[in-house]
């Protein structure tokens, strides 16, 4: 089994790739800093013979397409596909670059739009696979200074249960996976550790690994994690 993991030096994304190496799968990782790719591919620890990483930037639709098919000549084939890579903007409208509402929306929802669409043609030609896209919370629970973070995980998710429903008599199951609050650096080096009531990226590569492994005659399209407390 063969996994692209978008994103996947630190954070969610790590955890994620970390789970899916310990459970036997040959993983490909991306990122956009070739020091970060390397350090997560030392952490992770495979062999060469099951583990890549790409320096990738998701926006990038030509980039995109030769990961994945680098994923498919190196591994055979792609199995599964978890969109993970993901930035954000927390300031309010009036005060937004175009820069900044072009990297958010291009990062978290264009970017899955290019993955997507390449892994789909790969994964039909393979005899199906899965899409797992890790949205948020955010995408329904909307919060000033977090407009187009919000705007682009409200769209991740309609885009997620509109593909399953093109994809899911190709055998290719897609899921939408929206954590709360996640003890990661994303917002911040502060934010890492401050708040042990938090999820843990642990937390969430735990429900990506159980959807792998849910029985093929139902299909988790959606899926929300939150902390079981807060504070």
Known sequence: MS????????GIGLGIARALVADGRRVTITGRDRRRVDDAMRQLGAAADRLAGEVVDV????????LVAGAVSRFGKVDVLVNNAGVG?????AEMTDD???????TNLTGVFYCTRAAIHQMRAGGGGWIINIASLAGRNYFPGGAAYCASKA???????????????????????MPGSVA?????????????WKLTPDDVAQVVM???RHPARSLPSRVEIRPAKTR
């Open 3 to 10: 996994a692209i993991v978008t994103g996947g030096t630190r």
């Open 59 to 66: 926006r990038d639709r030509e980039a995109v397409d030769r």
């Open 184 to 196: 990661t650096d994303f917002t911040g080096p502060s934010a890492t550790g401050a708040a042990p």
């Open 155 to 177: 769209a991740l998710i309609a885009f997620s249960e509109a593909v399953m429903q093109e994809v899911r008599f190709d055998d290719i199951r897609v899921s939408v996976v």
């Open 100 to 106: 900044q509402w072009d990297a958010v929306l291009g």
């Open 210 to 212: 159980d959807l792998l």
């Open 89 to 93: 903007a927390f300031v309010e409208v």
